[in-house]
């Protein structure tokens, strides 16, 4: 990822990809790595205001309306969306590990998702349909050019829709690389090394570190900080993966493991940030993992048997 100062860090990129968008629908997602406690009021993720009339930012919104946490929002048309205390999530996003955050736009109805799981939902309001376009030459990743809102932290995994994705497509696509035609850019922010934000869209417009072609003090740095979870643990979603099938998915009260033959080894259920949330020994030929007690929301099932490790994505529900 890329590690921003929370002062005046940014990727400058050709505001195509939003003026391409319009007041038509959208997903903005990113994986972010922050504390609330380091960051000032607002907090960008990114943004394509010139002034604060037009265009728009995605971000957090500082405390409000007796809330007990920064917010994910959006400003559209000059005014902000969100979801007091973050909705049904009710916990603070910016706690210092990674996040999966994500907003979409179907007409005039606004979603919003942290770690795949959807936590609230704001109308736009009839007869209104503000555009995110504005005249601005560049979108910013990390901070809004119209106010000192910047990010502290590490941003990677940024990714612009002209569609306003649905909840099985958010899940199914977090941590991985997606050629799509609805997709207006996509930069990973993992490249390591140089002045570069590759796009791996299709639109291929890339990014740069700060603002200028050489090094400077605007520029985020290149971090080891890995919240790309998914792609850590070189995934795989083939559940014929060594004779091992993992169902039903979604999961609601258990999920069952069968294999070809008595087995032994272990089951690790990880969250989406990578921590262990239930581990179990194998030593048959058919385990299960009673969800009872596990929120619902996106996790990784890692199985390790007979040498073979395998990772899956499953999503509990309530």
């Given at each position: 990822?890329?590690?921003?100062?929370?002062?005046?860090?940014?990727?400058?990129?050709?505001?195509?990809?939003?003026?391409?968008?319009?007041?038509?629908?959208?997903?903005?997602?990113?994986?972010?790595?922050?504390?609330?406690?380091?960051?000032?009021?607002?907090?960008?993720?990114?943004?394509?205001?010139?002034?604060?009339?037009?265009?728009?930012?995605?971000?957090?919104?500082?405390?409000?309306?007796?809330?007990?946490?920064?917010?994910?929002?959006?400003?559209?048309?000059?005014?902000?969306?969100?979801?007091?205390?973050?909705?049904?999530?009710?916990?603070?996003?910016?706690?210092?590990?990674?996040h999966h955050v994500a907003i979409t736009r179907k007409s005039d109805l606004l979603s919003f998702y942290v770690d795949g799981e959807e936590f609230g939902t704001k109308?736009?309001?009839?007869?209104?349909?503000?555009?995110?376009?504005?005249?601005?030459?560049?979108?910013?990743?990390?901070?809004?050019?119209?106010?000192?809102?910047?990010?502290?932290?590490?941003?990677?995994?940024?990714?612009?829709?002209?569609?306003?994705?649905?909840?099985?497509?958010?899940?199914?696509?977090?941590?991985?690389?997606?050629?799509?035609?609805?997709?207006?850019?996509?930069?990973?922010?993992?490249?390591?090394?140089?002045?570069?934000?590759?796009?791996?869209?299709?639109?291929?417009?890339?990014?740069?570190?700060?603002?200028?072609?050489?090094?400077?003090?605007?520029?985020?740095?290149?971090?080891?900080?890995?919240?790309?979870?998914?792609?850590?643990?070189?995934?795989?979603?083939?559940?014929?993966?060594?004779?091992?099938?993992?169902?039903?998915?979604?999961?609601?009260?258990?999920?069952?493991?069968?294999?070809?033959?008595?087995?032994?080894?272990?089951?690790?259920?990880?969250?989406?940030?990578?921590?262990?949330?239930?581990?179990?020994?194998?030593?048959?030929?058919?385990?299960?993992?009673?969800?009872?007690?596990?929120?619902?929301?996106?996790?990784?099932?890692?199985?390790?048997?007979?040498?073979?490790?395998?990772?899956?994505?499953?999503?509990?529900?309530?």
């Amino acid at each position: 990822g890329l590690k921003f100062d929370g002062k005046d860090d940014y990727v400058a990129i050709s505001n195509t990809s939003l003026n391409s968008i319009g007041s038509g629908d959208f997903t903005f997602e990113a994986t972010v790595n922050g504390k609330s406690s380091e960051q000032n009021t607002h907090a960008v993720i990114f943004s394509n205001r010139q002034q604060s009339s037009n265009g728009i930012m995605f971000f957090f919104h500082g405390l409000w309306g007796g809330s007990n946490y920064k917010m994910l929002a959006v400003q559209l048309g000059g005014v902000n969306y969100l979801i007091v205390d973050n909705g049904t999530f009710n916990a603070d996003i910016l706690d210092g590990t990674c996040h999966h955050v994500a907003i979409t736009r179907k007409s005039d109805l606004l979603s919003f998702y942290v770690d795949g799981e959807e936590f609230g939902t704001k109308t736009i309001g009839i007869g209104k349909n503000p555009t995110v376009q504005s005249p601005a030459t560049d979108m910013w990743i990390g901070q809004d050019q119209p106010s000192n809102s910047t990010f502290n932290g590490v941003i990677s995994q940024v990714k612009i829709w002209n569609t306003g994705k649905d909840a099985a497509d958010i899940n199914n696509d977090i941590g991985f690389d997606v050629i799509n035609d609805n997709l207006a850019g996509s930069w990973n922010l993992n490249d390591g090394l140089g002045q570069t934000a590759i796009d791996n869209s299709a639109n291929n417009i890339d990014g740069e570190l700060g603002n200028s072609p050489n090094v400077d003090n605007s520029d985020p740095t290149w971090t080891s900080v890995n919240c790309d979870v998914i792609s850590s643990l070189n995934y795989t979603n083939n559940k014929e993966n060594g004779d091992i099938n993992t169902y039903p998915n979604p999961a609601k009260n258990e999920i069952h493991i069968d294999f070809e033959k008595n087995s032994v080894g272990n089951i690790t259920l990880l969250n989406i940030n990578g921590h262990s949330i239930l581990e179990k020994k194998i030593n048959s030929q058919y385990e299960s993992i009673d969800l009872d007690n596990i929120p619902s929301g996106l996790y990784i099932i890692s199985i390790e048997v007979n040498g073979i490790h395998k990772f899956e994505k499953i999503q509990i529900t309530d």
